[in-house]
């Protein structure tokens, strides 16, 4: 059973940027490449939104609000994945969570959630 672990979130101010992480812990790393990567948020009651996700193949795409402004990214050596948020504003505050989907199988891994908070 893999375990994806999250860390970087915090409290911010708006303008500012976190850079959140997350690692996965028992995957192989050919297993790590093949595997599309992702994050998702959910603000106090709304519905989980997907805000950026990175192929096997380096392809990246952003939820319309983030782009130009939060970068995904991986690492393959370290197996870890991040989130670069920048120009963060007070409607980026949510708990974000890691996802990711075997290519080989289609089970599905969640992380346990950061919580980011920006203030105004």
């Known amino acids: 059973q893999e375990q994806l672990v999250e860390s970087g979130g915090g409290l911010v101010q708006a303008g500012g940027s976190l850079r959140l992480s997350c690692r996965a812990t028992?995957?192989?790393?050919?297993?790590?490449?093949?595997?599309?990567w992702a994050w998702y948020r959910q603000a106090p009651g709304k519905q989980r939104e997907l805000v950026a996700s990175i192929t096997s193949g380096g392809t990246t795409n952003y939820l319309d609000s983030v782009r130009g402004r939060f970068t995904i990214s991986r690492d393959s050596p370290k197996k870890q994945v991040y989130l670069q948020m920048n120009s963060l504003i007070v409607e980026d505050t949510a708990v974000y969570y890691c996802?990711?989907?075997?290519?080989?199988?289609?089970?599905?891994?969640w992380g346990q959630g950061t919580q980011v908070t920006v203030s105004s």
């Open positions: 996802n990711t989907r075997l290519y080989y199988s289609n089970a599905e891994y």
């Open positions: 028992r995957m192989i790393t050919s297993v790590f490449n093949g595997n599309t």
